[in-house]
């Protein structure tokens, strides 16, 4: 079991940053490929990003790839996504979540843990 809380959400400008923390609980957490994945209002859920349990391999989503980067930090139970250059089309809840999988997987039914969400808003 595996739980997860999002934070570092906000309200910024066009062309501006932010940093996205998910913190997990539970001593397993390195065995987990981990997420993001962002949800605007009207839309699906889609996938943003992966880190694989090593942090030496990552995926992205055509969209934010050479604008966002995740990370990890096994040692303080964390993954980030930082996000650069944001458009307003980035505005959406974005959640972490975490995969006892390998590879490269980026549908929701792979994932078994889910957090709560934080609010990202981009501004014009």
């Known amino acids: 079991q595996v739980q997860l809380v999002e934070s570092g959400g906000g309200l910024v400008q066009a062309g501006g940053s932010l940093r996205l923390s998910c913190a997990a609980n539970?001593?397993?957490?390195?065995?987990?490929?981990m997420g993001w994945f962002r949800q605007a209002p009207g839309k699906e859920r889609e996938f943003v990003a992966r880190?694989?349990?090593?942090?030496?391999?990552?995926y992205y989503a055509d969209s934010v790839k050479g604008r966002f980067t995740i990370s990890r930090d096994n040692v303080k139970n964390t993954v980030y996504l930082q996000m650069n250059g944001l458009k307003p089309e980035d505005t959406a809840v974005y959640y972490c979540?975490?995969?006892?999988?390998?590879?490269?997987?980026?549908?929701?039914?792979?994932?078994?843990?889910w957090g709560q969400g934080t609010q990202v808003t981009v501004s014009s």
């Open positions: 539970g001593r397993t957490f390195s065995n987990y490929a």
């Open positions: 880190i694989r349990w090593t942090g030496a391999i990552t």
């Open positions: 979540a975490a995969d006892t999988g390998a590879g490269d997987r980026r549908e929701i039914h792979d994932y078994s843990y």
